[in-house]
């Protein structure tokens, strides 16, 4: 069932598509094409104000009670995988769009869930997620991505609008554990590995084992970080809706570590080990991140209040 990819499934990971005679156009490691040029190498969007991923500072999340539970259709299917295949820059889940869905959450209307993906450092212990939390990096970062309704389950339609809203992305983070048998997902999922080693290849043999929520488990999915912002591969559109969920995905060491010792990318005629397929945090630029609205955890000045009117209350009694 390995097939070559001939054409890009989704323009998202097109890019990077190479060949003997066309110029490498970006990359995440050389001097000449890693994300520090693409600002000029693919000016078009990457040198734009509202860039992704970001560093979150806690500290400066404001508080908005709008964000609030997400619907997430065919979460629970497990006939939803089409495909995953190894896209040179990444390893790419194709979904079927027609069953997942994506709404809530304050997101403006329906989206249709195309594909999800990752990035990777090093292993478990060299990290590799796109967003930071206070300087924090995690092992490693999951992108679930949709697109409007609109726009039918056509992500370059989406694109080609330079619609801010265009798309939806969901991003978990994903920290290592010894817990194994919790992630029993995550080993059927990273066995494929090894079907995809090559730049290219594709295997449809994921279908009707996995679950999207057995991937992200355990994850509470009323906690997270909104703002706007872009893509995180070239060109870099200004069209997504970040979502960041909070508590990160707990994954087996193990699983981890098969990504960076699995997969390969083309580069010329050698092929090399994908590892650190991040783009490094970028400005925010006057944007604002938002989050729930937070339940005072101690509470002790409202239970001291409360003391001192008792007390009140009793002294007066007493009077
Ligand atoms: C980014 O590059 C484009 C195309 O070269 C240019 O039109 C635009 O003004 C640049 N934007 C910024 C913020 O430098
Ligand atoms: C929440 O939604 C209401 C109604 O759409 C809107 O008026 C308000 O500005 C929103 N609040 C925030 C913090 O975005
Ligand atoms: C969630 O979405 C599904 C499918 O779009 C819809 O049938 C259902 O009514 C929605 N549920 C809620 C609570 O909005
Ligand atoms: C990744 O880690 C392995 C094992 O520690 C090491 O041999 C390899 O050089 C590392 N790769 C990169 C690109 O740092
Ligand atoms: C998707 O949208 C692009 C850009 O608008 C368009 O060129 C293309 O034909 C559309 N594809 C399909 C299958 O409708
Ligand atoms: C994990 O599952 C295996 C078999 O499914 C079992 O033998 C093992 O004891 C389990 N480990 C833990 C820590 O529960
Ligand atoms: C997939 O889902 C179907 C329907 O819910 C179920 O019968 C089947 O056992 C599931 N397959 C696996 C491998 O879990
Ligand atoms: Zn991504």
């Known amino acids: 069932m390995i097939v070559l990819l001939v054409t890009c499934l989704v323009a998202l990971l097109c890019p990077i598509v190479r060949s003997a005679d066309t110029p490498l156009v970006w990359c995440y490691h050389k001097p000449a094409c890693n994300f520090i040029t693409w600002p000029k190498i693919a000016s078009q969007y990457c040198n734009g104000s509202q860039q992704s991923p970001i560093n979150i500072m806690t500290a400066s999340v404001q508080q908005n009670p709008n964000l609030t539970a997400f619907n997430l259709t065919g979460f629970d299917d497990n006939s939803t995988f089409m495909s995953i295949a190894n896209a040179a820059d990444s390893v790419v889940v194709n979904l079927d769009d027609e069953k997942i869905k994506v709404q809530g959450g304050n997101l403006p209307g329906v989206y249709n869930t195309k594909q999800f993906h990752l990035h990777w450092g090093n292993g478990s212990s060299s990290p590799g997620s796109e967003h930071m939390v ?41 920290e290592g554990t010894n817990e194994v048998n919790k992630t029993k997902s995550w080993d059927i999922l990273t066995s494929y590995l090894t079907n995809i080693r090559n730049s290219g290849e594709q295997t449809s043999d994921i279908m009707n084992q996995i679950t999207l929520n057995s991937l992200i488990e355990g994850v509470d999915r009323t906690k997270y ?26 994954v087996s060491h193990d699983f981890i570590n098969r990504f960076s010792t699995t997969v390969f990318f083309k580069d010329g005629s050698a092929s090399v080990l994908n590892t650190y397929n991040f783009r490094g945090v970028q400005p925010l630029n006057g944007r604002v991140v938002t989050s729930q609205v937070t339940v005072p955890s101690a509470a002790p000045p409202s239970s001291t209040l409360s003391v001192i009117t008792v007390l009140l209350l009793s002294s007066l009694y007493l009077l």
């Open 134 to 174: 206070d300087g924090k990096q995690y092992p490693m970062e999951l992108h679930i991505v949709s697109v409007h309704s609109k726009y039918n389950g056509n992500v370059s339609a989406a694109l080609a609008a330079k619609d801010s809203t265009g798309l939806a992305v969901l991003g978990f983070f994903i």
């Open 225 to 250: 970080y909104r703002y706007q912002g872009s893509l995180t591969t070239p060109d870099c559109n200004e069209v997504v809706i970040w979502t960041v969920f909070k508590e990160p995905v707990r």
